[in-house]
């Protein structure tokens, strides 16, 4: 049993280290963003890709261990979980997995804060592009239009005059 505590200990101080990186990430991703730097964007995500699928892996071999663990201690998996295992009397590891467990909590909420950020300033940049092209075309259309801004036909721009016929 003590070696499934300990092999537990080193899975979560493996992703401790994966969210550490993809902390990094988050970081140097609102740098890309608001330098508008897109190459450099698609490398961090394509690392970005590569840590999350290191972190399922991780996920899905914690979640092995812990069936394994709810087995030995009889009861079930659904109703286990790290919390509950910490409190256990028994278990030789509980400090270095309360640790863990506090380190993870932080890492998860750091990771949500960043990842709010660089959303916010993706929204935000895409608004700016949006009113940028909107405004483009708004002078675009005034430079073709025959039409001045109180409704004038401008001289040398159209070839003829148009005449409405409801006088």
Avoid at 73 to 90: A, E, F
Avoid at 99 to 121: P, T
Wanted: charge should be positive.
């Amino acid at each position: 049993m003590n070696r499934l505590y300990k092999n537990l200990e080193d899975l979560l101080n493996q992703k401790i280290k994966l969210y550490d990186n993809f902390v990094q990430l988050l970081k140097e991703e609102w740098i890309c963003v608001s330098k508008y730097s897109y190459d450099s964007l698609k490398e961090i995500t394509a690392k970005k890709e590569d840590q999350v699928m290191q972190m399922q892996a991780l996920e899905n071999s914690r979640s092995c261990l812990m069936i394994k663990i709810a087995e030995k201690l009889k009861v079930r998996q659904s109703s286990l979980t790290l919390k509950k295992l910490i409190q256990y009397k028994d278990n030789p590891c509980r400090n270095n997995l309360a640790r863990c467990r506090k380190k993870l909590l932080s890492q998860i909420k750091e990771v949500n804060e960043w990842s709010a950020k660089v959303k916010n300033l993706m929204d935000h940049s895409a608004l700016s592009l949006k009113k940028s092209l909107a405004f483009i075309h708004s002078t675009d259309e005034k430079a073709n239009s025959p039409y001045s801004a109180n409704g004038q036909v401008m001289e040398g721009r159209v070839e003829g005059r148009m005449v409405s016929m409801d006088a």
